[in-house]
């Protein structure tokens, strides 16, 4: 923190871990606003960033109902969502829950285009916005996704061009 700029990780080796995990929520999201703000400089200029930006625990920048600095970050992800589909900018976010208090703000959610499902918290399972609305249509139960097998998921989306979310699965 401080002591290297923004530039200098993404001009720099080909795989950057930033392991934020022994910093404060202020400054996890101070440090990201500062990353946003200089890939959005890059690409409102034009260039192609060919990058992958995976976003760890991603409610704790992008929560169900953002307050202060995570106001900033949510806007930030939403917009690098959005821009970055035109510049090579593939943004990953891992959550463990999707909607409501545990989840991803929805207007990030409906930035992203493609999403992996794997076993529910039993909060995404039923209620408004839960897994029966959006998988229900297709034959799969939020029961089915609560229990499901490790190394099994669903993906759904611009990766998956079916109208029905593909069932993967992989040994662990």
């Given at each position: 923190m401080g002591t290297r700029r923004i530039s200098s990780l993404l001009n720099g080796p080909r795989v950057t871990v930033v392991d934020m995990s022994e910093f404060s929520s202020n400054a996890k999201l101070s440090f990201f606003i500062t990353l946003t703000k200089e890939l959005m400089d890059r690409m409102s200029s034009g260039h192609d960033l060919s990058m992958v930006l995976i976003i760890d625990e991603a409610p704790q920048y992008t929560p169900f109902r953002p307050e202060g600095l995570q106001i900033e970050v949510t806007n930030a992800v939403k917009n690098l969502a959005a821009l970055g589909r035109k510049h090579n900018l593939n943004l990953t976010l891992i959550a463990q829950g999707i909607s409501g208090e545990i989840g991803v703000n929805a207007a990030v959610r409906r930035n992203l285009n493609t999403n992996f499902y794997g076993r529910l918290h039993p909060l995404d399972a039923a209620?408004?916005?839960?897994?029966?609305?959006?998988?229900?249509?297709?034959?799969?139960?939020?029961?089915?996704?609560?229990?499901?097998?490790?190394?099994?998921?669903?993906?759904?989306?611009?990766?998956?061009?079916?109208?029905?979310?593909l069932l993967i699965t992989f040994e662990v």
């Amino acid at each position: 923190m401080g002591t290297r700029r923004i530039s200098s990780l993404l001009n720099g080796p080909r795989v950057t871990v930033v392991d934020m995990s022994e910093f404060s929520s202020n400054a996890k999201l101070s440090f990201f606003i500062t990353l946003t703000k200089e890939l959005m400089d890059r690409m409102s200029s034009g260039h192609d960033l060919s990058m992958v930006l995976i976003i760890d625990e991603a409610p704790q920048y992008t929560p169900f109902r953002p307050e202060g600095l995570q106001i900033e970050v949510t806007n930030a992800v939403k917009n690098l969502a959005a821009l970055g589909r035109k510049h090579n900018l593939n943004l990953t976010l891992i959550a463990q829950g999707i909607s409501g208090e545990i989840g991803v703000n929805a207007a990030v959610r409906r930035n992203l285009n493609t999403n992996f499902y794997g076993r529910l918290h039993p909060l995404d399972a039923a209620g408004e916005g839960g897994a029966k609305e959006w998988l229900g249509p297709y034959g799969i139960t939020p029961e089915y996704l609560l229990n499901l097998e490790d190394g099994r998921f669903y993906f759904a989306g611009v990766m998956n061009p079916s109208p029905i979310p593909l069932l993967i699965t992989f040994e662990v």
